[in-house]
């Protein structure tokens, strides 16, 4: 099967957005909200709702920290996705399928998939991540956590794909213009606390 005809979890626009289009991190949301929009949503296949807006894709987002270090990736371009060559990302995820058994299942799979590391990490909601200001942003909404990995040891799984390094507030600061969108806004957010 190949990306585009997955089955990922999806959300109608109008019951993942309630209060209407907003922007940014939405922060101190209640689990159960995470909840319900799990349970709102359904499979469907990739290739019919990554055109059409009238969907959000939940995507569980880590972001993973080691005191005041980020663990700070960069996109090399032997990646699959074009758009994304060459950027900053300080989170690991991705869409949601059947056999993940929710949110935290789907998060844990991509840690699996994307990370070499015995880290078994509690997750902590941070909050929703919406931006419908980018063709891939309108059809995503992002479920953000963060982990504390306490030194352990953490590597990409697919070099040719990724790098990566432990950066203080400074450095992701320094590459934050060449940074995935999500990812400035998470950054943004958890530093100056907005």
Request: glycine share 12%; aromatic share 6%; hydrophobic share 40%.
């Amino acid at each position: 099967m190949s990306d585009r005809d997955e089955l990922v979890l999806v959300v109608p626009r109008e019951r993942a957005l309630v209060d209407g289009s907003w922007h940014g991190l939405r922060r101190g949301v209640d689990p159960a909200l995470v909840g319900e929009l799990e349970a709102a949503g359904a499979y469907r296949p990739r290739s019919a709702v990554e055109p059409d807006p009238a969907w959000k894709q939940l995507i569980p987002y880590l972001v993973l920290r080691d005191g005041p270090a980020w663990f700070l990736m960069r996109r090399t371009r032997a990646g699959g996705d074009a758009r994304l060559h060459d950027l900053y990302s300080i989170g690991v995820g991705g869409h949601l399928n059947p056999g993940d058994g929710g949110i935290e299942g789907g998060l844990r799979r991509e840690v699996a998939e994307e990370l070499l590391t015995d880290l078994d990490p509690r997750f902590e909601l941070v909050g929703l991540l919406n931006d419908d200001t980018t063709e891939v942003g309108s059809v995503h909404l992002g479920v953000v956590f963060v982990a504390d990995t306490g030194g352990t040891p953490v590597a990409i799984r697919e070099t040719e794909k990724l790098s990566a390094e432990w950066a203080d507030d400074g450095a992701v600061r320094a590459v934050e213009d060449r940074m995935e969108t999500w990812s400035r806004i998470v950054f943004e957010a958890l530093t100056t606390g907005r």
